[in-house]
């Protein structure tokens, strides 16, 4: 592996009673109070034919995998690589990009279907089902917790779902407007976080390998000025941990590492990850000093029998 290495700087009762909204840098911080054993496993066989892309990870030394395939989730235990099923899907679904709340839900984004998911991460039961879409010609792909909504990227449309968390309110569609240009038959709007000021949200385009801010007010998109490197190019997941943001670009099997300046208008390339047991990673989650990375395999064969792993690099 060769890294640069940067600096960076049960489930809730879904009544009319709000939570106060775990943000991606307390979520951050949380996965950060624990540190990985060296024992710990670095590398994690998924089940064959699982077709993986999302990963999330929450506060305890757990990771979540979703599947393409049929929609299922699969829990990983960080300490031991055990794994089980924990939610068997169904067929004509599938669960992309997805990520654990602090009551213990996960949101999961549907892709083709249109949907945004809930899923308890204790038990695997479905909770519920939200239509963003039409159930064809649009691909919901990856999603950030923010505030009262969970937000979720449409990589064939040009905008943004906001659903409710904790069961409270409608869904809210943002179109993307501003800077953006939805470009026909490419992968467009991809991984989303907030911004470090908690203000406004970053998308990633992955083509032309573009980052932009979003405000969450107006849906105005404004392109992130890059230094130290042209594009981020095939950008999938993105993680954020205060101002240093990791864009996984997944066909070139590295992570790009950037500062955010304070209003996220510019960032400068401060380090790339690799490492030699990437095949076409997507996305990304952290728990201590590690980031784990689902190796999605888009170059390969996608059977039933096709092999998959998620691996872990030190950070």
Same mark, same amino acid.
């Given at each position: 592996?060769?890294?640069?290495?940067?600096?960076? $700087?049960?489930? &809730?009762?879904?009544?009319? &009673?709000?939570?106060?909204?775990?943000?991606?840098?307390?979520?951050?911080?949380? !996965?950060?109070a624990a540190t990985p054993r060296p024992t710990w496993p670095t590398e994690f066989p998924l089940p064959d034919g699982w077709l993986p892309e999302g990963i999330t990870i929450g506060a305890r030394p757990y990771a979540y995998f979703g599947s393409r395939a049929h929609g299922g989730i699969l829990r990983t235990d960080l300490r031991t690589g055990t794994s089980r099923i924990l939610h068997p899907g169904a067929p004509g679904t599938a669960s992309i990009g997805l990520k654990l709340d602090r009551d213990g839900l996960l949101y999961v984004a549907g892709g083709g279907a249109g949907t945004a998911r809930i899923v308890d991460a204790h038990t695997g039961e479905l909770v519920h089902t939200y239509r963003l879409t039409a159930p064809s010609g649009q691909f919901v792909n990856d999603v950030v917790l923010h505030e009262d909504r969970a937000w979720f990227t449409d990589s064939r449309a040009p905008v943004l779902y906001g659903v409710p968390r904790h069961g409270v309110g409608e869904v809210r569609e943002?179109?993307?407007?501003?800077?953006?240009?939805?470009?026909?038959? %490419?992968?467009? &709007?991809?991984?989303?976080?907030?911004?470090?000021?908690?203000?406004?949200?970053? %998308? %990633?385009? $992955?083509?032309?390998?573009?980052?932009?801010?979003?405000?969450?007010?107006?849906?105005?998109?404004?392109?992130?000025?890059? &230094?130290?490197?042209? $594009?981020? %190019?095939?950008?999938?997941?993105?993680?954020?941990?205060?101002?240093?943001?990791?864009?996984?670009?997944?066909?070139?099997?590295?992570?790009?590492?950037?500062?955010?300046? !304070?209003?996220?208008? $510019?960032?400068?390339?401060?380090?790339?990850?690799?490492?030699?047991?990437?095949?076409?990673p997507t996305t990304a989650a952290r728990y201590g000093n590690r980031l784990y990375l689902v190796n999605a395999r888009f170059t390969s064969p996608q059977t039933p029998e096709t092999t998959f792993t998620a691996v872990a690099v030190d950070i």
């Open positions: 592996m060769t890294r640069n290495r940067p600096r960076p $700087s049960r489930r &809730a009762v879904l009544g009319a &009673a709000a939570v106060t909204a775990l943000t991606p840098a307390t979520a951050a911080a949380t !996965a950060g943002l179109p993307l407007t501003g800077a953006w240009e939805q470009l026909p038959d %490419v992968i467009n &709007a991809n991984g989303i976080v907030a911004t470090p000021d908690n203000r406004g949200l970053i %998308v %990633v385009k $992955s083509t032309p390998g573009t980052l932009y801010r979003v405000s969450l007010r107006t849906g105005k998109a404004a392109e992130i000025a890059l &230094a130290g490197q042209d $594009s981020v %190019v095939n950008g999938d997941g993105l993680y954020r941990v205060g101002r240093t943001l990791y864009v996984v670009q997944n066909r070139l099997n590295k992570v790009s590492v950037w500062h955010l300046n !304070a209003t996220s208008t $510019s960032a400068t390339l401060t380090g790339t990850i690799t490492d030699p047991r990437f095949d076409v």
